[in-house]
Each structure stands twice: as C-alpha cells, then as structure tokens.
C-alpha cells in the first residue's frame, strides 16, 4: 500500500512538471536601422469586424454551448477566398508605417533592415515588427510594403510575398514564388496581388490566401518595370529597356496579354 501512494505522488509529480513545462514562451528579437517610412491608412473599406467574438457560456449541466451557433461569430469570406474570423477590435482607425535602412552583419556585408509599426487612431502602438533582408544589400530594394487591405497588411521580403494580420502582427502565411526586388505591387477589386519586379518575374499574381495564380517570366526580352496600374480589367505595366520604353496589357481574367509599343 505504500509503494503504491509513493508510486502515484511520483506520477502526479511528473504531471505538474510537464505542464509547467508547456507554459514557457520565447520571442525572437532583430535589430534595426530607421530611414524614412512610408505611412499606409486602413480606410473604411479595409476595417475588420468590430463585432466581439461570441464565448462559450456553461450551461446548467456545466458543459459550454457552441459559440458558432451564432452567425455573428462564425468565420466570414471575402470575395477573393479569403477566410477570416470576426475582428475583436475595429482597425479602421489603424495604420501601418515601414522605415527601412540598412546594417551590418556578421560577415561584414551590409543588410536590409525594415521597422514596421502599426498605430491605433490615437498614435499607441499596437504592435511593431523588424525584418532583414534574406540576401546582402544590392544597388535593387528588397523589402519593400505592398500595401494595407482587409486588414491584412502585405510586404515583399527579398521576394517573399508576407502577409500580416493588421490585429496583432500576427503573419499569417507567405509566399516564395515571386522573387523579385524593387517591385511595383497594385490591388485588384477582387482582392488580387499584382507584383513586378527586377530579379523576377515581369508579370505575378496571387490571392489573399497566398496562392500564386499566375506568374510570367518575362514578355519576350522586355525587362525592368517602372510602373504599373490596373484599369478596367487589366495590369498596364511600362517597361524602359534596350529597345527603348514599352508597355504592356495583361488581362486580368484571361492572363493574355498584349504588347504596346
């Protein structure tokens, strides 16, 4: 009988370690060089819900119901596809500022290095995020904002398309296939992400879910992209290359595209 109270306080023992063990938590920490930032507001169209998230309530049996049973916390879909729970604070008053510069590394090479600091509508810091470029600093732009929409602010990072929650800062996927630097990035109506760029493709999109949907390496031998728009239904991107300036039109439901010297 006491081997068996000895044996099961040594069990109860091990337990509460264990879970002691599970509430250790760890941040990672960069440092940054600050130059000028580049401010981005959430206008009313890029508000998340403001509606609470519904909570469990214990019923007289001591079991919770299903907060999901009420439509206004179960998780909405924008037009693009894109699946997001219901906001618990209203961004629209938010904004997401980037300043970049640059710092050394171990190996004596110089990096980018991004500050992103996204403010309430009374200037308090909501959360704040720094990024350094994957590759050594080159004469081209590595991380570079794409912009604010939905709540999601969206950056390239040396050709990683990243995706942040404007909550929490919280990232919430990212893409590799883009590649590019010194990009030019625009929003479609239906939420898409055009990109173009140097050191990559010359045509790229993908959706809010992080899924590339198209990609086009280049169009025929015109390179370096200096500016892009979407304009009834189309990406105009102007290329200024050896053979002088061009510009072309892709259409955003087909993808084909046509060339305009």
Same mark, same amino acid.
């Given at each position: ?51 609470? =998230?519904?909570? +469990?309530? &214990?019923? $007289?049996? @001591? %079991?919770?119901? /299903?907060? !999901? #049973?009420?439509? =206004?916390?179960? +998780?909405? &879909?924008? $037009?693009? @596809? %894109?699946?997001? /729970?219901? !906001? #618990? ?173």
């Amino acid at each position: 009988m006491i081997r068996n109270r000895i044996a099961l306080l040594g069990s109860l023992t091990i337990i509460a370690m264990s879970l002691a063990g599970c509430n250790a938590g760890g941040g990672n920490n960069a440092a940054a060089g600050d130059s000028a930032g580049k401010q981005v507001e959430a206008g009313a169209g890029e508000a998340g819900d403001s509606a609470a =998230a519904g909570q +469990a309530d &214990a019923g $007289a049996e @001591g %079991q919770a119901e /299903d907060s !999901a #049973a009420n439509p =206004a916390d179960a +998780a909405k &879909a924008d $037009a693009s @596809g %894109q699946t997001t /729970d219901d !906001a #618990a604070v209203d961004v629209s008053g938010y904004s997401v500022m980037m300043e970049s510069g640059y710092q050394g590394d171990p190996n004596g090479d110089q990096r980018e290095v991004a500050k992103i600091v996204c403010t309430d509508a009374d200037g308090n810091v909501v959360w704040q995020k720094e990024v350094v470029s994957q590759h050594s600093a080159t004469e081209l732009t590595q991380v570079q904002e794409i912009g604010l929409s939905n709540g999601v602010y969206y950056y390239n990072w040396s050709g990683t398309v990243v995706a942040l929650d404007v909550r929490n800062g919280e990232e919430l996927w990212q893409n590799p296939d883009f590649t590019g630097a010194s990009i030019h990035s625009a929003f479609t109506d239906d939420g898409r992400i055009v990109l173009c760029g140097y050191y990559g493709p010359a045509f790229f999109v993908c959706n809010t879910k992080g899924e590339t949907l198209e990609r086009i390496g280049e169009f025929e031998n015109w390179y370096w992209p200096y500016k892009l728009e979407i304009e009834d239904g189309f990406a105009k991107i102007w290329f200024d290359n050896a053979e002088g300036e061009g510009l072309v039109k892709v259409n955003l439901d087909t993808y084909e595209y046509e060339m305009v010297r």
